[in-house]
């Protein structure tokens, strides 16, 4: 490419870059054209609460152990866990009957040593190939999974 070409191009490319600097905003509680209020932002929608909120930490406490709690886990457990786990806890599930790696007895020894927050722990972040359910199931839900769980465990033994 001749010189002079090269030196014009990257002229209009650094004097293009000054538009960047100058581009319209809003401030961030100040007015603008987004919305119907006029105003930049809008209000969360109420019940939304910021992670770092004390009543987000509050929800993620362990409730105590009833016998509503290990029915709800039951339930909720044949939703999100039996597929793969099986209803028993044994790993034999019809996710894995199809080709996917197994999970662990819960049953098993190793099992048996996991604590309810281990377990929770799981649920909520995944572990191996199982991916967290933090997203999908609510605290107060992944705590009566993990209590059911607990509950296999202890009726169960391999």
Excluded at 40 to 67: F, K, S
Excluded at 83 to 110: I, K, Q
Aim: charged fraction near 20%.
């Amino acid at each position: 490419m001749n010189p002079a070409r090269l030196s014009i191009a990257l002229l209009i490319l650094l004097a293009a870059c000054d538009n960047m600097v100058r581009q319209p905003r809003y401030d961030v509680y100040g007015e603008g054209p987004l919305f119907a209020d006029g105003k930049a932002m809008q209000t969360p929608p109420a019940g939304t609460i910021a992670r770092d909120a004390p009543h987000w930490a509050a929800e993620a406490e362990r409730p105590p152990m009833t016998l509503a709690l290990l029915d709800r886990g039951r339930g909720r457990y044949a939703i999100y866990c039996s597929m793969c786990h099986a209803l028993d806890g044994s790993g034999d599930g019809t996710v894995p009957a199809r080709g996917f790696p197994r999970p662990a007895d819960f049953r098993a020894t190793s099992q048996r040593a996991l604590s309810g927050a281990d377990i929770y722990k799981a649920i909520s972040d995944g572990y191996g190939v199982m991916y967290g359910f933090r997203d999908r199931v609510p605290p107060h839900d992944r705590w009566a999974i993990a209590a059911y769980v607990q509950a296999l465990q202890r009726l169960g033994g391999s």
